[in-house]
C-alpha cells in the first residue's frame, strides 16, 4: 500500500496508547487484526468486512474495532485520511478514570466487535486529541499535550466502557464454531491458523475435509467472511509482525512466516498494517519496556 503521508507517535504519559496519522493511495487494506481497540476516523465512506457481515462508516465518524476482529477495509475513495488510536484492556484500564462521569456515548449501529459512533461531537472529540497530541510530539508543546491527555483521559471511557473492558472475553471476535452445523469450518480455519507456515493449497484442504474446493471456498467464506487464502494470509503477517517486533531481520521473517521472500512480505505488511517493517521494529521497541498484556494495537 502506497501511503502519501504517515506519522506514528506515542505520548508519554499515555504509555501504551499507539497514534496513526495516514493518508493512502489505495482503497483497500486487507485482512488483520489487533491485539487492541482500534478507533479511528476517516475522510470517506468505509466499508469494514468481519465474520459477522460488512458495515458502512460514514465519513467523519468515529469508529471502534474490538480486539482479535478479524476485519478489512475499502474506502470509497482515494486518496484517504485516516487518523487512528489503537489501546489494549489493561491500558484502557489505566488511562481511564475509573469514576469517569458523563453519559455513555451509544454507538448508532454495530455490536461489540464493531461500532459505529452516533453522536458528531464523538469523532470531533476524537480528532482534537489526536491533533493536540500530534502537535505535542511533533514541537513539544506541553500546553497542548496537557490538554490532549486531559480530554483523552475524560473521553477514553465513554469510547470504551470500562464494564467492557473488564470483560475482554466478549470480545475476543467469534469463536470458532462458526458453523454448528458441520465442524469441518472450524477445522479448516485450525488448520490454517497451525500450519500457515508451511505451502497451503485449496485442493489439499479440500482433501482433507472431504469437500470439493469450490464448495469448500463457498463454505468458508460464508463462516468467517473471508476466503482460506485471505486468512492464511492473515495469520503469516500476524507471524512475521511478531518476529519483527522482537528484532529478526525482515528475511528471517518472511522465511519463518512463509512468504516467498521479503519483498512479498514488505509489500504484505505494508498493505496490512500501513508502516513498512523497518518502521515497525523501531515503533516496537518503544513497547519494549511494557508488559505484553499493555502493549497496544499493532505492537504485540
Given amino acids: 500500500m502506497e501511503l502519501l503521508d504517515s506519522c506514528y507517535w506515542r505520548d508519554a504519559e499515555l504509555a501504551g496508547l499507539q497514534f496513526t496519522a495516514n493518508r493512502f493511495m489505495q482503497r483497500e487494506i486487507r485482512p488483520h487484526r489487533h491485539v487492541g481497540f482500534t478507533l479511528s476516523v476517516c475522510d470517506t465512506e468505509l466499508q469494514v468486512r468481519t465474520p459477522g457481515g460488512v458495515m458502512v462508516v460514514p465519513p467523519g465518524t468515529l469508529l471502534r474495532i474490538a480486539p482479535q476482529v478479524w476485519h ?121 491458523a497451525s500450519g500457515f507456515h508451511q505451502r497451503l493449497t485449496l485442493d489439499g484442504l479440500a482433501e482433507t475435509v472431504g469437500w470439493h474446493p469450490v464448495h469448500l471456498q463457498r463454505r468458508f467464506k460464508s463462516a468467517w467472511g473471508f476466503t482460506p487464502h485471505e486468512l492464511l494470509v492473515g495469520h503469516r503477517i500476524e507471524y512475521a509482525r511478531d518476529l519483527i517486533a522482537g528484532g529478526a531481520r525482515v528475511t528471517y521473517a518472511a522465511h519463518a512466516a512463509g512468504f516467498s521472500d521479503q519483498s512479498h512480505l514488505h509489500k504484505t505488511f ?12 523501531r515503533l516496537s521497541a518503544l513497547d519494549a519496556l511494557q508488559p505484553p498484556s499493555a502493549r497496544n494495537g499493532i505492537v504485540e
Fill in 72 to 192: 478489512s477495509v475499502q474506502a470509497r475513495s482515494a486518496p484517504w485520511r485516516e487518523d487512528a488510536m489503537y489501546c489494549s484492556f489493561a491500558v484502557a484500564r489505566c488511562v481511564s478514570p475509573a469514576d469517569a462521569g458523563g453519559a455513555q456515548v451509544q454507538p448508532v449501529e454495530g455490536d461489540a466487535a464493531v461500532a459505529v459512533f452516533s453522536q458528531p461531537s464523538a469523532a470531533r472529540d476524537f480528532l482534537e486529541c489526536h491533533r493536540l497530541l500530534q502537535e505535542a510530539a511533533r514541537s513539544g508543546n506541553e500546553e497542548a499535550a496537557a490538554v490532549g491527555r486531559a480530554l483523552m483521559r475524560e473521553r477514553l471511557a465513554q469510547w470504551m466502557p470500562l464494564q467492557a473492558v473488564d470483560a475482554p472475553s466478549a470480545l475476543q471476535g467469534p469463536a470458532l464454531a462458526i458453523d454448528s452445523g458441520d465442524e469441518r469450518v472450524n477445522r479448516l480455519y485450525g488448520l490454517i
Fill in 270 to 281: 505494508l498493505s496490512t498494517y500501513a508502516v513498512v517493517p523497518g518502521e515497525y521494529r
